[in-house]
Each structure stands twice: as C-alpha cells, then as structure tokens.
C-alpha cells in the first residue's frame, strides 16, 4: 500500500493556530503575516489551496494538476479572524477540523498554554458560508489508540453527527487528534462512513484513510516551503522537533 500510494499521495499543508501570539511552546502558531507570505507564495507558482474534499475529487477526475490541500486542525477562533481574508484574498479555500465537543471552550489538552480560544458553532456555519469544508477532530482531542471501542465510535461518529448537525455539510473527512492512527482506528472511520482521513507523517497505512500532511510553521519561508515540496514528492518526510506530547506506542504512528 505505502509503495503505490507513495508516487501519488497529494501534497495536504497542515496548520493549526493563526495569530501574533508570540508564546507558542507546541509551534502551532503561525502569524498572519507569515500565513499571507506562503499563500502569495503558492499562488506565485500557479498553485491553488483547496479543500482536502475538493482535492480528492479532482484527482479521482484526474484534473487535480496545481491543487495543494490546506487543512487548520482543532478550529481555533482566530481562523475565523484572520485566515478567511487571508484565504479568501487569493481565491483559496480549505478544510478546517474542529474538536466537537469543544466547541466555543479553549484548547485544554495543551497543558502548557497558551489557551487558544476555539470557534463557537456560529462561527463554524460562518467559515462554511465562506466557502470552508468542515471536519472532525473528534469529540475532546483525546488520543484514540488507547480507546476504547465503544468510546472511539462516539469519538468517530457521534462527532461527525454533531458536525453535520452544526455545519449542514456531510463532513466527509476526519483528523485524528495528535496524528495518532492506526488499523483499528482506520476501521472505525471507515465505518462510520467518513470517506478520508488525514493523519500526519507517513506509515505503512498510509492511504486515504491514512493521508499524510506537510507540518507548516511559522519559520517556513520560501525556501523551506520549496524544500519541503521536494521531500514530498520524494516521499520523505519532513517534520518540525515537537514539544512532549502525551505518551502512546508509536510504532503505528502516521
């Protein structure tokens, strides 16, 4: 699966937080400024952000030429504040994965802070009416490899369900909170009727259940942007030194 999916995968961007926040010890953060400068960039080279949705249809069609994913997980408020100008300013659209069950609170599970506010169900219907898909993240942004079944089916589908609910979109894909996926949790995705997931780096999983993404930060400038863009299409992957997360067996890590 790695070796076939590997020529094709499609190149997804993965953003979280967008502010000036200066303290940023998980570096999730990008600034507006940055954020403007990368979207300038890609269109620059005749790119386009797109939903993940919107890309995999293209591809399938196969007129997905020029097409970059963007995808912001957890729905941090200030995606509201200022991505959409940004995104909007150059014609880009993108998937955005909120935590259902947290929606309107802050984004507790970064025990170190700073608290991010995160959307409130107004505003994601306001990112929709901007032209924005709408994802799941799950319900609390707990890892899913130590859950469980019962509680990851609500995880996994009583999320999508809220979302839909909230969003009046299908909600086609899922995020798995902290890139954490594996068999068992594909599964259930799968099942739930989710018709892609997007995880993080790339794993013998990998699929479109499995979608690896390209971490962006706030220190990707225009060099970094076209490095990073050769080590996809080389199949490598390209990852930013995390801070501690919590400890899981990541053996099956995508």
Request: aromatic residues 10%.
């Amino acid at each position: 699966m790695l070796s076939r999916w590997s020529a094709r995968t499609p190149v997804i961007l993965m953003y979280h937080s967008i502010s000036p926040c200066e303290v940023d010890p998980y570096l999730v953060t990008v600034r507006p400024e940055r954020l403007d400068r990368q979207m300038h960039w890609l269109r620059r080279r005749g790119l386009t952000g797109v939903s993940v949705q919107y890309l995999l249809t293209m591809r399938r069609s196969g007129s997905g030429g020029g097409l970059v994913g963007l995808t912001f997980d957890d729905g941090y408020e200030d995606f509201v504040t200022y991505a959409v100008p940004i995104l909007q300013h150059y014609g880009f659209t993108a998937t955005v994965f909120p935590v259902a069950q947290r929606l309107g609170q802050d984004n507790a599970w970064d025990t170190h802070g700073p608290r991010k506010q995160l959307m409130t169900p107004e505003q994601l219907q306001e990112v929709v009416a901007a032209g924005m898909e709408i994802g799941s993240h799950g319900l609390r942004h707990v890892s899913l490899v130590a859950t469980a079944d019962a509680d990851l089916a609500e995880e996994v589908g009583h999320s999508r369900q809220m979302l839909r609910e909230i969003s009046g979109q299908d909600v086609e894909g899922f995020c798995y909170p902290w890139g954490h996926v594996d068999r068992r949790i594909v599964n259930h995705v799968r099942t739930a009727g989710y018709s892609y997931g997007c995880a993080v780096s790339r794993s013998p999983l990998i699929s479109s259940y499995a979608l690896p993404r390209n971490y962006i930060g706030d220190a990707d400038s225009s060099p970094r942007l076209w490095a990073k863009g050769v080590c996809h299409w080389l199949g490598w992957d390209y990852s930013h030194p995390s801070p501690p997360r919590p400890a899981a067996d990541r053996s099956w890590s995508a």
